[in-house]
């Protein structure tokens, strides 16, 4: 066999089994890690979660004294260089009285997601939860009083929601030895070990004894953790939560799973299991002035990309300080939910396209056994794939099974479509092989 044809038959060949390997330190050790495999199936089958980004930084939602402060909603004290004193005062405004976490859940749901993500504590320190380690929480802080973590866990439990935490372990602008504050404290008289061992562990520590079961941990600016300290996360929540998968921005290449930069999606399949955490508008915690949004064409388009891709698709919303998740963001996800209602098989649990490079075609096609899922984003009157080397059997819409005349030979396999387009947005065709 030519080169190039072992290569393309050893991708056919993945779909059926995919080589799991867990990356280790440096990439250089490559082991098959069983416990790791049990752990991450949830996640292979869900493909779809809920980020939320929701602290202190919702109150000012991008203004700071009467002046916009650009960039991203939630890194505000950062940007504005608001010191800890004045920042912190912000909390006894926090009172978020429309916070419904059964609310929150079940969009969660029915836009089709399958876990969410929310922030216990973002870069400015905040718990939002209730904390032992400190007073600077909701529980202690603000005239809400409310654990909401406690309420979502949960609504998510109830309603079949996977809950998971994302946590700054690094970056804290409100502890002296931490990360990121060089406004208030020297950087030169850090001593990041305290902060750690007095903050960063122990509220770890809480996230996984006082909220049941979480799918994952999600670390997030690793900057210049060490190995060690990385290393000691990790353990944490294998000591405590031994199915709780830990995402891969924990540092060291010690997580589960890889987690691509934010609102990076990558140009073409990737083998190892990973994610792509993204927004609706531009920022993740809420913003008065984004209103860049996304239409929800673009966001089906990415999900279905992300999966024939081999990933999963994280996105955000940024709820306002009153507890509402803003209007857009529910009309974009409800629109998902109704996309995935009808062609949700095409997505949960599918695999990667075999058909390479994938951004060459203006389709996307993912898989499962004996049967291929080919989305179109543009109705035309035929399909037409490359090779396909097993023998298509069947050709139908997914939407209600009409099938499909269809024409294969050993270069292309040629589907006549119906003159109109099953769905306005993104119509999937399923060619069954052998
Ligand atoms: O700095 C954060 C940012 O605020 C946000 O939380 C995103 C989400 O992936 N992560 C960091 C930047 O990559």
């Known amino acids: 066999m030519k080169r190039r044809e072992t290569i393309k038959a050893l991708v056919w060949a993945s779909l059926a089994t995919t080589v799991n390997v867990q990356r280790a330190r440096g990439g250089e050790q490559k082991v098959v890690d069983e416990a790791r495999e049990r752990r991450i199936k949830w996640f292979r089958e869900a493909k779809f979660g809920m980020f939320i980004h929701w602290g202190l930084y919702a109150i000012p939602a991008g203004i700071w004294k009467g ?37 929150w859940v079940q969009l969660a749901k029915e836009a089709g997601q399958r876990y969410l993500v929310i922030t216990a504590k973002h870069h400015d320190g905040f718990a939002m939860y209730d904390s032992k380690v400190t007073d600077y929480d909701i529980v202690d802080a603000t005239p809400f009083g409310r654990d909401p973590m406690k309420e979502l866990s949960e609504a ?20 002296p030895d931490a990360v990121g504050n060089d406004w208030d404290y020297d950087p030169s008289q850090k001593n990041f070990a305290r902060y750690w061992e007095e903050k960063a562990k122990p509220q770890i520590r809480e996230l996984l004894t006082q909220y049941g079961p979480l799918g994952l941990m999600w670390f997030d600016t690793p900057r210049n953790i060490s190995y060690e300290h990385a290393l000691e996360a990790v353990q944490l929540v294998r000591s405590l939560q031994p199915d709780c998968l830990v995402n891969g921005r924990v540092g060291h290449n010690l997580g589960d799973y890889r987690e691509m930069g934010d609102n990076r999606i990558p140009e073409d399949v990737v083998e190892e299991d990973w994610e792509v955490p993204a927004t ?155």
């Open 156 to 175: 998510c439990r109830k309603h079949g929601i996977r809950f998971c935490f994302y946590y700054s372990h690094v970056q804290d602008w409100h502890h």
């Open 280 to 434: 609706i508008n531009d920022t993740w915690g809420y913003k008065v002035t984004d209103n860049n949004w996304k239409p929800v064409e673009r966001l089906i388009f990415n999900l279905v990309d992300i999966v024939s891709k081999g990933g999963n698709y994280l996105l955000n919303v940024g709820p306002t300080a009153e507890g509402i998740i803003p209007e857009p963001s529910v009309e974009r996800l409800l629109a998902m939910g109704r996309w995935l209602k009808v062609n949700g098989e095409a997505i949960y649990g599918a695999g990667r396209s075999p058909f390479r490079p994938v951004n060459k075609y203006p389709w996307r096609c993912t898989t499962k056994p004996g049967k291929l899922f080919v989305t179109l984003f543009q109705w035309t009157d035929t399909l037409e794939l490359p090779s396909i080397p097993q023998q298509v059997t069947r050709a139908h819409l997914l939407v209600d099974g009409t099938s499909l005349k269809f024409n294969q030979t050993p270069e292309k396999v040629v589907v006549r479509l119906p003159s109109s387009a099953p769905d306005p947005i993104a119509s999937v065709v399923v060619l069954e092989i052998e």
């Open 67 to 103: 002046k916009e402060i650009p960039g991203l909603g939630e890194w505000i004290m950062f940007r504005a260089r608001i010191p800890v004193k004045e920042y912190a005062q912000l909390a006894k405004q926090f009172n978020p009285t429309k916070f419904n976490a059964d609310e």
